[in-house]
């Protein structure tokens, strides 16, 4: 129910506890930024792993390479539609 205080022993370490840390313009408390989202890492030897490099300003790896080259030969193997249904 929107308006409806939460207790604060139920409010830390959830979604609604971090936001409430937020608005109050405080640091999380542990519970709290444990609740955070975190993006999975790019990793090397995969297609997201270029743009990763490429980010950091870093040559990009051979492992990486591999992987872009595979995705794109991949992409464009495929047979190309020209929009029209039978």
Do not use: F
């Not at 409430?20 to 709290?32: F, G, S, V, Y």
């Not at 870093?58 to 249904?85: H, L």
């Amino acid at each position: 129910m929107k308006g409806v205080p939460i207790p604060a022993a139920e409010r830390h370490g959830t979604k609604y506890g971090r936001d409430w840390h937020r608005r109050r313009k405080e640091p999380d408390c542990a519970a709290c930024y444990a609740t955070r989202v975190r993006k999975p890492r790019s990793l090397c030897g995969t297609e997201p792993g270029v743009k990763r490099h490429r980010r950091r300003g870093e040559t990009v790896c051979r492992p990486c390479q591999d992987a872009k080259n595979a995705a794109n030969r991949a992409r464009y193997a495929r047979p190309k539609t020209d929009g029209a249904t039978p």
